[in-house]
């Protein structure tokens, strides 16, 4: 068990539907990082937060947003779902985004994201 | 353009002997490599990394080797046991003060009995 939580397991939305994917880091974590995995392009880092603030973004659609809370957790909020958004979607947690002794990213089980 | 390859999709060894995982990359500004271990439907857990101002770091089993110059990582698994059989993702860092990792696409690691 790492420690980061994430909720829910499975989802299961339509076309043009919007979501929200919950991620709880480990304690004292201030980073989280949302990360896509589909099945032909791996994982794939989409947002990074640190202690509230959007730290890094990468390969996040412009559909897609995100958010860290007062209390470090984070959600990421998909809109206007296509079928190409099924996917997994990960979070992972890490003490600070500039020690670099505490860059370990710790992963979530994930969320199974299925667009019909 | 992929800057961190694993251009082994799979790799079966047999009980007891060595695992060699390699990975390429192609920036030199990477400073800090890790590799992640993952089982079906669970996610990535961490296993071992490694700096770039060393060539080796090992914990137990595990052994993560660095040639700079070269622009390759590999992890040794020594001995290999059922129980790693599993998809080995490497992933590096950047540098700086972003902390997103950049993830070869994996090798999937059947160890035999």
């Known amino acids: 068990d790492s420690g980061v939580t994430q909720t829910p397991k499975h989802l299961i939305t339509a076309t043009g539907q919007r979501v929200t994917l919950r991620c709880s880091p480990r304690s004292g974590d201030l980073s989280v990082y949302w990360y896509q995995q589909s099945l032909d392009q791996g994982l794939q880092f989409l947002i990074q937060y640190y202690n509230g603030e959007e730290r890094a973004k990468g390969n996040i659609l412009e559909r897609f947003s995100a958010q860290q809370f007062p209390d470090l957790h984070s959600e990421l909020n998909l809109s206007s779902l296509e079928l190409g958004d099924s996917a997994l979607y990960f979070c992972a947690s890490s003490l600070s985004a500039r020690d670099r002794d505490a860059d370990t990213q710790y992963f979530g089980p994930g969320t199974r994201l299925t667009v019909l | 353009d992929q800057q961190v390859k694993q251009n082994s999709p799979s790799l079966s060894v047999q009980e007891g002997r060595i695992s060699i995982l390699n990975c390429d990359y192609t920036n030199s500004m990477f400073d800090y490599f890790l590799w992640y271990k993952k089982y079906p439907a669970e996610g990535p857990t961490f296993l071992i990394s490694?700096?770039?101002?060393?060539d080796k770091n090992e914990d137990g089993r595990f052994t993560v080797f660095l040639n700079k110059s070269a622009k390759h990582l590999s992890l040794h698994i020594v001995p290999s046991q059922p129980g790693d059989s599993a998809v080995y993702f490497c992933a590096v860092n950047y540098g700086g003060s972003q902390g997103n990792l950049i993830f070869g696409k994996g090798t999937k690691l059947s160890v035999k009995p």
């Open positions: 490694i700096s770039s101002i060393k």
